[in-house]
């Protein structure tokens, strides 16, 4: 697909695609959608709109008596919200930290097995929804597209199974610019 994108036999690539950094020297991944006074237009309308409700607020302020009880109300929402922020805190930095796998080492040195999931680049190994199926049950760990194992585990998986799920990052991201 890349030697066709380079022959511009295509306009568009539509097949998985890795981001790797030798490709960017032959690929464009991201494209320009609009022009730079595009942006200023958005950016002025933004200035603009945010001026004028600023200016309504004040004159709205000024137009309406305030009253006591209101403010007493709002302190008193705010003294509990703050309350709850502050012991939400303390309680996560009380916990202990999760024993989770976090790195493709820590997966291979742990006792879970393994499976794939069947992608197109990716041959003859679990389909998707029976893997995860595996990996409901516990000790076994499943490569699959991250978009299609959260869909069946929304479906299928209970609230504490998906707690105790964990994700491990096989391909390291690659950052390439702009």
């Given at each position: 697909?890349?030697?066709?994108?380079?022959?511009?036999?295509?306009?568009?690539?539509?097949?998985?695609?890795?981001?790797?950094?030798?490709?960017?020297?032959a690929l464009d991944y991201a494209a320009q959608i609009w022009q730079?006074?595009?942006?200023?237009?958005?950016?002025?309308?933004?200035?603009?709109?945010?001026?004028?409700?600023?200016?309504?607020?004040?004159?709205?302020?000024?137009?309406?008596?305030?009253?006591?009880?209101?403010?007493?109300?709002?302190?008193?929402?705010?003294?509990?919200?703050?309350?709850?922020?502050?012991?939400?805190?303390?309680?996560?930095?009380?916990r202990d930290p999760p024993k989770n796998i976090r790195n493709m080492k820590e997966l291979l040195k742990?006792?879970?097995?393994?499976?794939?999931?069947?992608?197109?680049?990716?041959?003859?190994?679990?389909?998707?929804?029976?893997?995860?199926?595996?990996?409901?049950?516990?000790?076994?760990?499943?490569?699959?597209?991250?978009?299609?194992?959260?869909?069946?585990?929304?479906?299928?998986?209970?609230?504490?199974?998906?707690?105790?799920?964990?994700?491990?990052?096989?391909?390291?991201?690659?950052?390439?610019?702009?």
């Amino acid at each position: 697909m890349v030697g066709a994108l380079q022959r511009f036999e295509a306009d568009i690539g539509g097949s998985p695609l890795f981001v790797r950094t030798d490709r960017a020297e032959a690929l464009d991944y991201a494209a320009q959608i609009w022009q730079t006074r595009v942006w200023y237009c958005i950016v002025a309308f933004l200035v603009l709109s945010s001026t004028i409700l600023g200016l309504m607020l004040r004159l709205n302020r000024i137009k309406i008596p305030s009253d006591e009880e209101d403010e007493s109300t709002s302190l008193a929402v705010l003294f509990i919200l703050g309350t709850y922020y502050n012991a939400t805190v303390v309680s996560s930095l009380l916990r202990d930290p999760p024993k989770n796998i976090r790195n493709m080492k820590e997966l291979l040195k742990s006792n879970l097995v393994a499976g794939i999931e069947d992608e197109l680049y990716i041959k003859d190994f679990l389909k998707a929804k029976v893997g995860m199926q595996f990996v409901k049950r516990g000790g076994f760990a499943f490569h699959v597209d991250s978009a299609v194992a959260y869909r069946i585990m929304k479906r299928s998986f209970s609230e504490r199974e998906l707690c105790e799920a964990t994700e491990v990052i096989m391909y390291v991201p690659q950052y390439l610019g702009a």
